[in-house]
């Protein structure tokens, strides 16, 4: 999948898988009410020009049949870059002492 500027989606994890993986659920359409989960995640792709990161994830509740669309792809691939970019900044921030 090509690379675009990531946007914000409308998602809320959810901790109601038994595996204790945490699942997510899209809130907004036209794929509101899909939940899924991330399986693996690879590291960013530094061997191309595209930038990028590899990713599995498994659909929960919904339309199977969207794990191949790739505008499905595309707002899971954003879930994915916020979700990482938020950990990443709170991490940041627990560690850059006070003044």
């Known amino acids: 999948m090509k690379s675009t500027t990531p946007?914000?989606?409308n998602y809320k994890i959810r901790d109601e898988d038994?595996?204790?993986l945490a699942v997510i659920e899209i809130l907004e359409d036209p794929f509101r009410g899909t939940k899924f989960h991330f399986?693996?995640?690879g590291s960013f792709d530094t061997e191309t020009e595209e930038v990028g990161?590899?990713?599995q994830f498994t659909i929960d509740e919904g339309d199977d049949t969207l794990e191949k669309d790739p505008?499905?792809?595309e707002v899971v691939a954003h879930i994915?870059?916020?979700?990482v970019t938020d950990n990443?900044?709170?991490t940041n921030d627990s560690t850059t002492p006070s003044s």
Do not use: A, P, T
Not at 80 to 83: F, G, K, Q, R, V
């Open 88 to 90: 990443e900044n709170r």
């Open 53 to 55: 990161v590899k990713f």
């Open 71 to 73: 505008k499905f792809q």
């Open 7 to 9: 946007r914000k989606v």
């Open 18 to 20: 038994s595996d204790g």
């Open 80 to 83: 994915l870059y916020s979700i």
């Open 39 to 41: 399986g693996e995640v």
